[in-house]
């Protein structure tokens, strides 16, 4: 299969980042703290889904397309963030996920004119969106401040998740060796594997049975990343994290504390840029990106 031909019609190839969704107890409340902090608007007008699809609420900024928040419809499914990968035909996508170890959380469903999702899980448990796009594609910006730039997903058995990825979605991978942690970035099909062409990355999480997987003093601002060892706790499962891109990391720090959230990485230099991490005040976590 040739999937560097498989545009999904967004201008999105197979497997690329299109769309973020934070799943929230309190969407009003998660307006006005992403509002704030990222400059977001909210339109809740005839072009944006009503109760038939969850009250989904759409953020825009400077007018274009950047990510959605969403009511948890059961208070026992988790506040976070969730990264939803392109694809043309998200029902054989499905299909592909399940027969290389994955599963599906929800099956794929259309979401009216505006395309088809599912939520899907690695083998460790890590979960991600599908997304075919109708009239909705995905982002309108992305990469610039307020709007999402970078995604990677945090495993413990890269033997088990590196090739799940690449199988389903035809990823070139290379290995890089980022402050002694263990890193590896996936392009694309059809594309040379490296920086200028990385679509996402997977680090690995700390061994909760290892001597050394008490994360690393907070206060220390070593260039590293990824910064799993900071954020994450060892016993933490497989997840996704979502990083948005920022003009002042320092500043998004500051302005996070104010209305009611947690630092859970101060912001720290990178070969990539100035990075935090950090949870709203509902308790979905994020990381910014300044560079």
Request: net charge negative.
């Amino acid at each position: 299969m040739d999937y560097a031909e498989r545009d999904t019609g967004g201008g999105y190839a197979e497997g690329v980042p299109c769309w973020v969704d934070a799943m929230l107890p309190d969407v009003e409340g998660g307006k006005r703290f992403y509002g704030e902090l990222f400059g977001w608007t909210f339109d809740a007008g005839s072009g944006a889904p009503g109760a038939e699809y969850g009250h989904y609420a759409q953020a825009y900024s400077d007018g274009l397309p950047v990510a959605a928040l969403a009511p948890k419809a059961d208070g026992r499914m988790p506040t976070v963030w969730t990264v939803y990968l392109a694809s043309p035909d998200a029902a054989a996508l499905a299909g592909r996920i399940k027969g290389a170890g994955g599963s599906m959380i929800t099956d794929v469903v259309s979401v009216g004119p505006f395309g088809s999702m599912g939520l899907a899980a690695d083998p460790e448990g890590a979960v991600f969106g599908l997304w075919q796009g109708g009239t909705h594609h995905g982002f309108g910006k992305q990469r610039e401040p307020g709007s999402y730039c970078w995604t990677e997903v945090y495993s413990r058995d890269k033997d088990l998740v590196d090739p799940f990825y690449e199988q389903v979605f035809g990823y070139g991978g290379l290995d890089l060796d980022l402050d002694g942690d263990d890193f590896r970035i996936w392009s694309p099909a059809g594309t040379e594997p490296g920086p200028d062409t990385a679509i996402g990355g997977r680090s690995l999480l700390p061994d909760p049975t290892s001597p050394g997987s008490t994360p690393a003093d907070p206060s220390s601002t070593a260039p590293a990343a990824p910064v799993s060892d900071r954020y994450v706790p060892a016993r933490m499962p497989a997840h996704f994290l979502v990083y948005f891109s920022v003009a002042d990391t320092d500043a998004s720090a500051a302005t996070v504390l104010r209305l009611g959230g947690r630092v859970q990485t101060p912001p720290t230099d990178t070969p990539y840029g100035r990075i935090a991490v950090f949870t709203d005040n509902q308790g979905a976590t994020f990381a910014v990106l300044q560079g």
